[in-house]
């Protein structure tokens, strides 16, 4: 435990004097920023005014953005460390793979969660400044979504890192990962179930093996709780899981998705030439 904790410490060391880092954290701090400026707060959709409306923008941006950044940075990780020979003196070290393996994923997290975090801390910091009401309630599940999210892109960032030889092969794989995720939500789910007469039943467990279909869900279901935007599926989730259900399925989906992800990683590390 001591060396996994030593090992996190390191790379949360090393990511913070990286210039990704400094961009990843300006664009969430940026994207709150530009919301208050532009008024959003004074506007009202389906009866969502005020932080409330700040939220529900500001969880549909970061389900673009943070998937892809904590994506790219990650797979440099394993594969980028492989390449700069750091396994020749990580041998040489009285550190075990699995504490530099669940460490390194451990200052991986820190790093990519604290800024969407404190984003958001900063937006309920400027509405009880601007004596705005706080949806507690929003504030903390859209939070425990972007953690699971963050958990669940992580585990699968190390997972192709360690699979691929070189940083430009975990890149590539990490980018296609990520964009067949973006091409499998609703709009390519609907046309091929019109075109193949598919089940309903088969394409929204096809759609709820997507995590990010799952966040965007979750997220939806806090300010429309029947779901009425995603049409007939919706009846087929809320007979399954209830909206509370749905919800509580969100983050624990993400979560041992990127943790089961993270495992293989790391049996594959462990059984991989290191060198």
């Not at 958990?151 to 070189?166: I, N, Y």
């Not at 609703?186 to 089940?199: A, C, E, F, T």
């Amino acid at each position: 435990m001591k060396q996994m904790l030593l090992c996190a410490r390191l790379d949360v060391a090393e990511s913070l004097r990286a210039r990704w880092f400094q961009i990843y954290s300006l664009v969430f701090g940026g994207i709150v920023v530009l919301l208050f400026a532009f008024g959003l707060t004074e506007s009202r959709v389906l009866g969502f005014i005020g932080l409330s409306r700040l939220l529900v923008t500001y969880i549909q941006l970061t389900m673009a953005i943070l998937p892809i950044f904590v994506l790219i940075t990650t797979v440099r990780s394993v594969a980028g460390d492989r390449e700069a020979g750091v396994y020749e003196y990580l041998l040489a070290l009285p550190v075990s793979l699995g504490a530099w393996f669940w460490g390194k994923l451990i200052g991986r997290y820190a790093v990519t969660f604290a800024p969407v975090f404190l984003a958001m801390l900063f937006a309920v910091a400027w509405g009880l400044i601007d004596d705005i009401d706080v949806p507690w309630g929003m504030f903390v599940y859209y939070t425990a979504l972007l953690a699971a999210l963050a958990l669940c892109f992580l585990g699968l960032g190390m997972f192709v890192s360690t699979l691929a030889r070189t940083t430009d092969v975990a890149q590539g794989a990490a980018f296609l990962l990520w964009l067949v995720l973006l091409l499998f939500l609703d709009l390519i789910l609907l046309g091929v179930m019109i075109q193949g007469h598919i089940d309903p039943e088969l394409a929204v467990t096809v759609a709820l093996a997507n995590p990010l279909q799952v966040f965007r869900i979750a997220a939806l279901s806090m300010f429309d709780p029947q779901l009425v935007v995603l049409g007939a599926a919706a009846y087929t989730i809320l007979d399954i899981f209830g909206v509370r259900g749905f919800q509580t399925f969100a983050l624990v989906y993400p979560v041992a998705l990127g943790l089961v992800a993270a495992g293989a990683g790391y049996a594959a590390f462990r059984r991989g030439d290191l060198l």
